[in-house]
C-alpha cells in the first residue's frame, strides 16, 4: 500500500494538486480519493498533535504539508458544527502549504512552526483575512499588514488556517458576538468557553490547531486556558507589540498564545517575543534589554519543584460551597497536597489587599478604549469597507453588547484618561505593584496561585462570566502562566467534567521561571484530555480549495439583543 502511495507520489512529482486546473478536476479528485486512502494508515493525525509531531511527520516523509493542512481542516469541518468556535478559514493556507512541500522537496524545512498550523484570535490583522473582532460592523475591515506577531510567525513557517471567534470586540468573557455567535465549551455543551479568546481555547481543546492566539485586557488569555483543558501565557506588559491588534486598554492590553502543553507554548512565545522593539508600540520600549532575544524552551526542563517557595491568595478563593465552587475548592486543594508532596513550601498569602472585586475599581479600559480603538480604527495599514471611528461602530447597530455591559459603553464614548478617576485608578495601579514586590520580596517567593475562575465557567445565557481572577495581573502587568488543574464530577452535559484551571503569577519579565515551574508541574501531574465529543480520528479530507466558514449567528441567547445598547 505504501509503495503504492509512492508510485502515485512519484507520477505527480507530489506537487500534482497545486496544478490542478478546471480541466484536469475530476481526474484530479479521483487520484486525490487514491492518495488519501493510502495515506491515512501512516500518515498525520492532528489529534492533540504538537509542534514536534508536525515535524516528525514531515522529516520522516510520511505526510506532505498539504496533507497536514487538509486533516486539521478535515477536523474542523467535522466538529465545528458542534462549538462553532471559528470566524473564518484563510483561502491561502494551502498555497503556503504548497510553498512549504516545495521546500521540503529542496531539503529546505527551516523554521521554528514549519508548516505548524495555527488559528488567530480575530483581533489579530493578518493580510489576506478580514479583522472583524467577530463584530459584524468591523466585516469588512482589511488589514495590508501583519501584526509583528503574525509576520514572526508566518517567517518561522507557519500556517494559518484561520480566526476564531471571540467575545465582541474582547469586551466580556462569554465569547458570543454578531458575526460569530455563540461558541460552546467542548468539554459541556450547555456552558461557555470562558473568553474573550473563547473560540481559540474551544478550537485548541478540540484539535482544530497546534496552537492558537488569545488577547488578554483582564481574563481573555486566562480564562479560556482554564475552561478548555489548556495553556496559556499572559506575559509581561512590553514583552510582545501591540500594533495591528484590535485594541481596549492602553495600560492593560497583552497578546499571547494558548496551546495544550508546556513545550509548544514557549516555542510560540519565543516566536511572539523575538519582533522586539516596536515605535508603534511604545510599552515595548520599557523593556529590559536583558529582557529581548529569550528562548523560553531552553531551560523547561532545568532543577525541579523541589524547595520552591509558592503563595497562595487565599483572598482569590470563593470559599463558599456550591455545586459551582466546590469542585474549584477541590481541585485547588488537591494540586496544594501535590505541591506539598514534592517540595514546594506553601505560603499562605492573607493581606487584603489582594481581593479581587475590590481591586477592580482600578480597571482603566473605560478612560482608554475610545483613544486607542480610534487609533487603531484610522490607522493607514487598514482599507476596505469599514467604520473609522468607536462612535460609528457603537451607532451602527450592528454591534453585541450584552446588558451587564451597557453602562460600560456607554460611559466609553465619553471618558478619556483626562479624567481625575484615570489618575486615582493610575495610583491605586502604582500600590498594587508595589504591594506584589513587597509580598515577592518579604515571603521570598517563586510565585504565587489561585484559580483563574472561582467557580466553574458559566452556562450559556448568563449575565456575565463571573468569578474570574484575571484583574492583578491585568492591572499591574506581570506575567502570568495558566495551567489545568482537573476536572469537575462528570454529569450527563460533562461526560469527563468541566475542566479548572490555575494561575501561575510572577514578578515582571520571570516568564521563563514560570513556565520552567508550569512545565514540571504539567508533566508530573498530566491533567490534559481530549474532549469525549471530538476523541476520534477524523478521514482526512482532499481539498481543492478551503471551504467557507460559516459561523452559526442564530445561537446567540436572546438575552443579549444585536444593536441593542441600553436597558431603556
Ligand atoms: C525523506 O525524503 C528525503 C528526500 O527524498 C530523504 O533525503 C530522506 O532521507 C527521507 N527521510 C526519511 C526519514 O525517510
Ligand atoms: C503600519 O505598518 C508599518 C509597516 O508597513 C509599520 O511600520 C507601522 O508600525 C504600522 N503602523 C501601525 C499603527 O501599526
Ligand atoms: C505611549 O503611547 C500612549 C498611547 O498611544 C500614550 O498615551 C503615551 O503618552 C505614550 N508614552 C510615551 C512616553 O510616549
Ligand atoms: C461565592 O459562591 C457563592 C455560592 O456559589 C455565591 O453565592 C457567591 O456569589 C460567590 N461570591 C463571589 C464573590 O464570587
Ligand atoms: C489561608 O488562610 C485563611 C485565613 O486564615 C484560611 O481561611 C485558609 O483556609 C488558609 N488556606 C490554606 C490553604 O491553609
Ligand atoms: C472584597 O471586596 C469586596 C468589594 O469591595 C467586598 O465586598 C468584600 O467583602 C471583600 N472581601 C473580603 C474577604 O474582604
Ligand atoms: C473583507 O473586507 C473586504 C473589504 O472591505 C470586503 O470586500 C470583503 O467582503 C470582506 N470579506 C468578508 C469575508 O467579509
Ligand atoms: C456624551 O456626550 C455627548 C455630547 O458630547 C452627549 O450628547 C451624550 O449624552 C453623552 N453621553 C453620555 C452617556 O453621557
Ligand atoms: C521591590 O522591593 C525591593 C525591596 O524592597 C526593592 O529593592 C525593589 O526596588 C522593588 N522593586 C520594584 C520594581 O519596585
Ligand atoms: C480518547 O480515546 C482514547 C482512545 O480510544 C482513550 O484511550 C481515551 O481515554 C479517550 N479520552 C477521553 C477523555 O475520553
Ligand atoms: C445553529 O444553532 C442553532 C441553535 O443552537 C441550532 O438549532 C442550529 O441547528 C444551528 N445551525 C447549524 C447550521 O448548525
Not at 377 to 389: A, D, E, K, V, Y
Not at 455 to 462: A, E, F, M, T
Request: proline letters at 6%.
Amino acid at each position: 500500500m505504501a509503495s503504492n502511495m509512492g508510485f502515485i507520489a512519484s507520477v505527480t512529482g507530489g506537487l500534482l494538486r497545486r496544478r490542478l486546473s478546471a480541466t484536469v478536476l475530476v481526474l484530479g479528485a479521483l487520484l486525490l480519493q487514491g492518495l488519501t486512502v493510502e495515506a491515512q494508515a501512516d500518515s498525520f493525525d492532528p489529534l492533540e498533535s504538537t509542534i514536534e509531531s508536525v515535524r516528525a511527520a514531515l522529516l520522516g516523509n510520511s505526510t506532505t504539508c498539504r496533507d497536514v493542512v487538509s486533516s486539521f481542516v478535515a477536523r474542523i469541518e467535522t466538529f465545528n458544527p458542534t462549538i462553532n468556535a471559528l470566524v473564518s478559514l484563510n483561502p491561502e493556507a494551502f498555497a503556503a502549504a504548497d510553498e512549504l512541500d516545495q521546500r521540503l522537496a529542496a531539503g529546505d524545512s527551516a523554521g521554528k512552526l514549519f508548516c505548524v498550523p495555527i488559528l488567530l484570535k480575530d483581533n489579530y490583522d493578518a493580510v489576506g483575512m478580514n479583522t472583524t473582532g467577530s463584530s459584524i460592523a468591523l466585516a469588512g475591515n482589511r488589514p495590508s499588514v501583519d501584526t509583528p506577531a503574525v509576520k514572526a510567525f508566518r517567517d518561522e513557517g507557519a500556517i494559518i488556517l484561520g480566526k476564531t471567534n471571540l467575545h465582541e470586540m474582547a469586551m466580556e468573557g462569554l465569547s458570543v458576538s454578531s458575526l460569530g455567535g455563540q461558541t460552546i465549551n467542548p468539554y459541556d455543551h450547555t456552558r461557555t468557553p470562558g473568553g474573550s479568546s473563547g473560540g481559540t481555547g474551544a478550537s485548541i481543546a478540540t484539535s482544530f490547531a497546534v496552537f492558537g492566539t488569545g488577547t488578554d485586557a483582564v481574563n481573555s488569555l486566562r480564562s479560556p486556558a482554564s475552561a478548555n483543558n489548556l495553556v496559556s501565557v499572559r506575559p509581561t506588559r512590553g514583552l510582545i507589540s501591540r500594533s495591528g491588534i484590535l485594541p481596549i486598554s492602553f495600560t492593560q492590553d497583552t497578546i499571547g498564545p494558548i496551546a495544550r502543553n508546556i513545550q509548544d507554548l514557549a516555542v510560540a512565545l519565543t516566536v511572539m517575543a523575538s519582533v522586539g522593539n516596536d515605535e508603534a508600540d511604545n510599552a515595548t520600549l520599557l523593556v529590559p534589554p536583558e529582557a529581548r532575544d529569550i528562548d523560553y524552551t531552553l531551560n523547561l526542563n532545568d532543577g525541579s519543584l523541589e524547595g520552591l517557595r509558592i503563595g497562595l491568595l487565599d483572598g482569590f478563593w470563593n470559599h463558599t460551597e456550591s455545586g459551582e465552587t466546590t469542585p474549584v475548592i477541590n481541585a485547588l486543594a488537591s494540586t496544594i497536597d501535590f505541591l506539598k508532596s514534592q517540595g514546594v513550601e506553601i505560603i499562605n498569602v492573607t493581606e487584603s489587599i489582594y481581593n479581587a472585586s475590590a481591586i477592580a475599581k482600578f480597571d482603566v479600559q473605560q478612560y482608554e478604549f475610545k483613544e486607542v480603538m480610534n487609533k487603531y480604527l484610522s490607522s493607514p495599514n487598514l482599507s476596505g469597507n469599514r467604520p473609522t471611528t468607536w462612535d460609528e461602530v457603537y451607532s451602527s447597530g450592528e454591534f453585541l453588547v450584552i446588558p451587564s455591559q451597557y453602562n460600560f459603553m456607554s460611559n466609553s464614548r465619553n471618558s478619556s484618561t483626562a479624567d481625575p478617576g484615570f489618575a486615582t485608578a493610575q495610583q491605586g495601579i502604582a500600590d498594587l505593584k508595589a504591594a506584589i514586590n513587597a509580598t515577592f520580596v518579604s515571603n521570598e517567593l517563586d510565585a504565587v496561585i489561585y484559580p483563574e475562575q472561582k467557580n466553574l465557567v458559566v452556562k450559556i445565557g448568563s449575565p456575565s462570566q463571573a468569578g474570574r481572577n484575571g484583574i492583578l495581573a491585568a492591572l499591574t502587568g506581570v506575567p502570568v502562566v495558566t495551567v489545568p488543574v482537573g476536572f469537575s464530577p462528570s454529569t450527563d452535559d460533562a461526560p469527563i467534567g468541566v475542566p479548572i484551571g490555575m494561575e501561575i503569577l510572577g514578578l515582571p519579565f520571570s516568564e521563563s521561571k514560570l513556565l520552567n515551574i508550569a512545565n514540571h508541574f504539567t508533566r508530573l501531574r498530566p491533567l490534559r484530555k481530549t474532549p469525549a465529543f471530538a476523541n476520534q480520528t477524523v478521514q482526512m479530507g482532499s481539498y481543492l480549495s478551503m471551504p467557507r466558514m460559516q459561523p452559526n449567528m442564530s445561537n446567540i441567547p436572546l438575552a443579549y439583543p444585536v444593536g441593542v445598547l441600553s436597558s431603556q
